[in-house]
């Protein structure tokens, strides 16, 4: 049966080749269904362009790149740069830089007369793919996925070589940490000529209820003309059990050859519903059939919810109001940098979640495909963001202009994602009605209304069943900002903020309730509140009629410094570990207010940006969660509680009971009682009992002095990984005392030697002022008697042996990887 061909990408000949003969023909999906998407991460080839090196020719297939560094992907090769000033703050004091990778591979017989590709997740910031010295395709935002197709350019009979350029692009092309290189998974595919387009499946549950829920299908096929193609699909639940089915055909009058079908509806009867308390998937099986003959398939989870907006009461989920309780920060993963691995995405979240909260903005930009397959899974609600400016400009680091480019990039942005259940809006830009040169397409003079307009119809296009939105900075209407007089004073809303479907807004969250005067109609929610005003920003929020907030910066990310040495934005909840710290309980304290909490912070007099509170010097001070001090010294010390009051011993002795501040008169003081010249003494213990308003126990914290090291202790965050070659395994490394208390004061360089079945890719301390690296070292010194190793599993399982030494102490850990069962 012939087939039309697939378009393809005009390569240029750079070196002559033979282009093998691309065929019409379709062959059965059993030749070659285990070869569909093959992850493609392994054994590649890197170098770093250097001005030693800028006249070689990096994409020749005949470049002899045996002393090239191997490594697997995702990898991160700015983070891997020295500290430097020239960096600048805001690209997290990491130099701009370029690099190459290569991998060289064969091509089974198997593909002959298929269309070959390379799925890429991101190249970052900026880059080109090569097959055999032919660019196949390129990127000038990284952020968002591409396809290479390599069809044309491959041999059959020697070896391929693909080669990809990378680059982190100017300096002034982003205010945050980009990383640099291939940064994401890559995959190879394979396809006949008639198949599913990319991110051609598109599922929708228009009716939703507890009884039963519709869900529409629709499949885009591509290449289908003058064929008998049909479409079978199955739908099933989480245990596998198939729930309903549909089937149509391709339409009978039209040229196109590449097709969007809605099938016909499949009712489901008592659904179970998604939610971050329970995320729970369907899966859906498509497959392609000609004639009689399945030519290709694909299985694609969804989750069944229903989505509400209003003014009235801000959202709901699924008929119930939900207030998200979020955090908006940057891509970056601690020490892996901005490397998208799986395994730090998933721990992250479940963090957050232990703590209360259910939502992230992906700010300012897509995350990895699997960053929103994982919020699914573990049932974490995202609001997903395409863009910072609209300028051609400022902050904008391609080498094409913004304005180029968006009606691309914005289509494969919402086509990957819109099956997702946890994405509830779709965010186009942030911060832009300051400048009307950030408002996109010039002449407008409508501070970006006209822009968004047209980028929302391109939206809607792909997906209408979500709002979208805008972040605003704090402005007024006609772009007023703090720097004119009126500001505090003119508190009409910008006028973006008025035209989107949800109005999002970061930061002053005090004026909202003057902005709905101005505009009864918003949907308000807090894109992005400030960390520094603790729970004041949460308890500004009109709850019942808002959407939500989310914190900026809950965890500390690279780039956006202030000042040398910090590496990044610091003033957060979390440490770049996920270590919570102690003002972190506050949070918690208010996000899962029905669970009692109480916790203890000493305020460390040396560190912290200080300004007046309560007579007491401490505004934005460092809280530190030890009792260990100079004898004899008085301590400030806080508990974070949601109890009706606490009582505070020192060594077993109370100092007194003070209750809770839960009023309105000053809200960045809700839960949090302060303590102020508590006597240390020589140390020994505080402890903090909560109680309700009749005077029960509900919750208590303790913390102790600890004596010097004596021993050493290593433990796993969790004990199941997998032989994969991609999995990841945390070991918490702790110096202790005898009685086996954290030794706060222990700083000494550790180092550590791992053998077996895992490599080694990082040693993380938790510092964010250090001038040292975290990947490619053996020895680092701890800090504050803690250090994280971060081990990556091999593809064979095995034994791996880990053996660490700190000071005059050392320790021997033995962990098995399990092998992956498919």
């Not at 061909?5 to 065929?23: C, F, L, R, S």
Request: proline share 4%.
């Amino acid at each position: 049966m012939t087939m039309y061909a697939g378009i393809h990408m005009p390569a240029q000949a750079q070196y002559q080749n033979i282009k093998e003969t691309v065929t019409t023909a379709n062959r059965p999906l059993a030749d070659f269904a285990g070869h569909q998407r093959t992850l493609f991460n392994f054994g590649w080839k890197f170098c770093q362009a250097t001005k030693d090196n800028k006249n070689t020719d990096f994409a020749s297939p005949t470049l002899d790149d045996s002393a090239w560094r191997t490594l697997d992907l995702p990898h991160d090769f700015q983070f891997e740069q020295p500290w430097s000033k020239i960096g600048g703050g805001a690209r997290g004091f990491k130099p701009m830089c370029e690099g190459w990778y290569r991998k060289t591979f064969r091509a089974d017989s198997l593909w002959r007369g298929m269309q070959v590709s390379l799925d890429f997740g991101g190249i970052i910031y900026l880059g080109d793919v090569y097959i055999n010295g032919h660019k196949v395709a390129s990127t000038d935002y990284g952020y968002v996925g591409m396809e290479a197709d390599i069809t044309r350019h491959l041999r059959y009979d020697t070896e391929n070589v693909v080669a990809v350029y990378a680059s982190t692009g100017p300096k002034k092309g982003s205010r945050w940490y980009t990383g640099g290189g291939l940064f994401r998974d890559v995959h190879l595919k394979l396809t006949n000529p008639t198949h599913i387009a990319r991110h051609g499946v598109f599922i929708t549950t228009p009716e939703v209820s507890s009884d039963k829920a519709t869900v529409r299908v629709q499949v885009e096929v591509e290449g289908w003309q003058k064929n008998n193609v049909t479409i079978h699909t199955r739908l099933r639940d989480a245990g596998g059990r198939v729930v309903g089915s549909a089937l149509s055909g391709m339409p009978d009058n039209t040229n196109q050859s590449v097709t969007e079908v809605v099938l016909p509806e499949v009712e489901v009867v008592r659904p179970s519903l998604w939610s971050p308390d329970t995320p729970y998937l369907y899966t859906a099986e498509v497959v392609i059939y000609a004639g009689k003959t399945p030519v290709d398939s694909i299985c694609e989870t969804f989750g069944i919810r229903k989505l509400e907006f209003s003014p009235e009461f801000g959202f709901r989920l699924n008929g119930r109001k939900l207030f998200l309780q979020g955090n908006s920060g940057h891509h970056d993963l601690g020490a892996l940098g901005a490397a998208a691995h799986d395994k730090a995405i998933e721990r992250m979240m479940l963090r957050l979640k232990e703590f209360g909260y259910n939502t992230i903005r992906c700010s300012h930009n897509p995350y990895s495909d699997s960053f929103a397959r994982i919020a699914d899974r573990v049932g974490m609600i995202i609001v997903d963001e395409i863009f910072d400016k609209w300028s051609d400009n400022d902050y904008w680091g391609g080498r094409q202009p913004m304005t180029n480019l968006w009606y691309r990039l914005i289509p494969e942005w919402i086509k990957r994602d819109r099956n997702r259940p946890s994405i509830i809006m779709w965010s186009l830009g942030n911060e832009l009605q300051i400048r009307e040169a950030w408002a996109g397409f010039s002449g407008m003079n409508d501070w970006g209304v006209t822009t968004y307009r047209i980028f929302d119809t391109l939206v809607k296009r792909f997906d209408s069943t979500r709002p979208t939105t805008v972040a605003m900075f704090p402005a007024r209407a006609g772009a007023i900002t703090r720097k004119q007089g009126e500001f505090n004073t003119y508190l009409v809303p910008p006028e973006l903020g008025c035209a989107t479907e949800v109005a999002s807004f970061n930061y002053q969250s005090d004026k909202y309730a003057d902005y709905k005067k101005h505009a009864p109609h918003l949907i308000i929610f807090q894109s992005e509140a400030e960390t520094s005003k603790m729970l004041e920003p949460y308890y500004n929020m009109d709850r019942e009629h808002s959407v939500g907030m989310a914190y900026w910066g809950s965890i500390e990310y690279w780039g956006e410094s202030n000042s040398w040495p910090k590496k990044g934005w610091n003033y957060s909840f979390f440490d770049h570990t996920m270590r919570p710290y102690p003002q972190a309980y506050l949070i918690r304290s208010a996000f899962k207010a029905d669970e009692p909490v109480v916790r203890i912070g000493v305020i460390d007099r040396k560190g912290g940006e200080s300004v007046s509170w309560n007579d007491v010097i401490v505004g934005r001070p460092t809280i530190l969660d030890h009792w260990n001090f100079a004898d004899g010294t008085t301590q400030d010390v806080i508990t974070y509680t949601n109890a009706h009051s606490v009582e505070l011993l020192v060594n077993g002795k109370s100092i007194g009971t003070k209750p809770n501040n839960t009023s309105d008169a000053d809200k960045s003081k809700r839960n949090t009682i302060l303590w102020t010249g508590v006597p240390y003494g020589h140390g020994g213990s505080v402890e903090a009992i909560a109680r309700d308003a009749d005077g029960r126990e509900t919750a208590r914290h303790r913390i102790e002095t600890a004596g010097q090291a004596a021993a050493i202790v290593i433990h796993p965050q969790g004990t199941a990984w997998t032989a994969d070659g991609m999995d990841l395994m945390y070991l918490d490394i702790t110096a202790v005392d005898s009685r086996g208390r954290t030794v706060p004061t222990f700083n000494e360089e550790m180092t550590v030697d791992i053998s077996g079945a895992a490599s080694l890719v990082a040693m993380d301390n938790g510092d964010h002022y250090t001038d040292s690296l975290f990947n490619g070292v053996t020895t680092k010194p701890m800090k504050g008697g803690r250090m994280l190793l971060i081990m990556r599993s091999k593809r064979e399982a095995g034994t791996v042996d880990v053996k660490v030494k700190a000071g005059k102490m050392s320790k021997r850990k033995t962990l098995k990887t399990l092998k992956k069962v498919l």
